[in-house]
């Protein structure tokens, strides 16, 4: 009980509650997230629209923009993917009252000291290791049998029930992306979906991000790339906090509630020889408002070989990455060393 004590004691939420001013491990090092007080341009990410990609008159066009989006800033916002305005409030909603819950209600989730699944934060892996300003309830969603339910709230009562028709529906729209993707490049419609898998890991991740009292110093989450194939965010519908790094620079995301913000990871970079690019991403915290997103990965089959299509591999572009299998395992080793661990993978 002693490590799930020490872990309860760090919630960020109880911090920001009391005023308690942050342990100087949430604070920013040197410059590992970047300038936190400059002002930051907003990003015009493109917007695709899923009913157009199906439609035989207009999906060449949008697919050109898919490609464009993916090759320019490795992230676009989705719109026309299947679920209603009301459905998507209804996702957020079940998550703010989990988090608005008294502690105790939360704590019967809470995860183990050695593991990420259920409730808490950062995992603390070494002394010198910066830790976000966010609690978090990260899930497993598939493989089904691999769900650990002791995690998955009870309250409130309809969580459970939500949960699984949202990331239903979003395994749908990533195996359509993963071939759009393809068809993007002019490759084999089922090149990434093969490499992808029939037995995905895909994780969801409820983050609460409270009002923090020197966002001048501290971030919700570090910069990172993700490990993931492709991933969803469902973002909060009204305050802002993440930022994508293009050519240097720091971008914010704006918000288009009705609309799913989709970014490639560092597996789909592999898979498509670098011309999909898995964007470094933070976010960023401020002084007034609370902030709720879910984020769901989908991640590859841990045994299977993700590399560059053979298409895509010439004399004029070689292969630029190795073959690689369990990414996800390369990836926390190098990450929590401060490392861009798609850098381990290259050539």
Aim: glycine share 4%; proline share 7%.
């Amino acid at each position: 009980m002693a490590a799930m004590a020490e872990l309860i004691s760090n919630s960020v939420q109880e911090m920001a509650t009391n005023g308690q001013e942050p342990p100087v491990k949430y604070f920013s090092k040197g410059n590992d997230g970047g300038v936190l007080d400059a002002p930051v341009p907003l990003i015009e990410i493109p917007v695709v629209d899923l009913g157009l990609l199906t439609s035989p008159s207009t999906s060449a066009q949008e697919l050109e923009k898919l490609k464009l989006a993916l090759s320019s800033w490795g992230c676009f916002q989705v719109i026309n993917h299947g679920m209603t305005s009301s459905f998507l409030d209804k996702i957020r909603e079940v998550s703010k009252q989990f988090f608005a819950f008294p502690m105790e209600e939360k704590q019967k989730y809470s995860r183990e000291a050695d593991d990420i699944e259920g409730y808490g934060n950062d995992m603390i892996l070494s002394d010198h290791q910066t830790v976000d300003w966010t609690d978090r309830l990260y899930l497993t969603i598939s493989p089904e049998d691999q769900r650990k339910i002791k995690f998955w709230p009870e309250n409130p009562k309809d969580f459970r029930e939500t949960l699984h028709e949202y990331t239903v529906k979003l395994q749908e729209t990533n195996d359509f992306l993963l071939r759009a993707m393809a068809r993007s490049l002019n490759l084999e419609e089922s090149c990434f979906l093969d490499q992808y898998g029939e037995q995905p890991l895909v994780t969801a991740r409820f983050n609460f991000y409270p009002p923090c009292p020197r966002p001048d110093r501290i971030l919700g989450v570090k910069p990172h790339a993700d490990a993931s194939a492709v991933t969803f965010l469902l973002q909060d519908k009204e305050v802002e906090g993440l930022q994508f790094l293009k050519d240097n620079e720091w971008f914010r995301v704006p918000i288009i509630p009705h609309a799913l913000l989709v970014n490639v990871g560092d597996q789909v970079e592999i898979m498509s020889n670098g011309i999909f690019k898995s964007p470094v991403h933070r976010v960023v915290t401020n002084t007034e408002r609370e902030r709720n997103t879910l984020v769901v990965f989908c991640i590859p089959e841990s045994d299977n070989e993700i590399k560059p299509a053979d298409q895509l591999i010439s004399e004029t572009r070689p292969s630029l990455y190795k073959k690689v299998k369990d990414y996800v395992s390369i990836y926390f080793q190098h990450y929590q060393q401060g490392k861009r661990p798609i850098e381990a993978v290259k050539i």
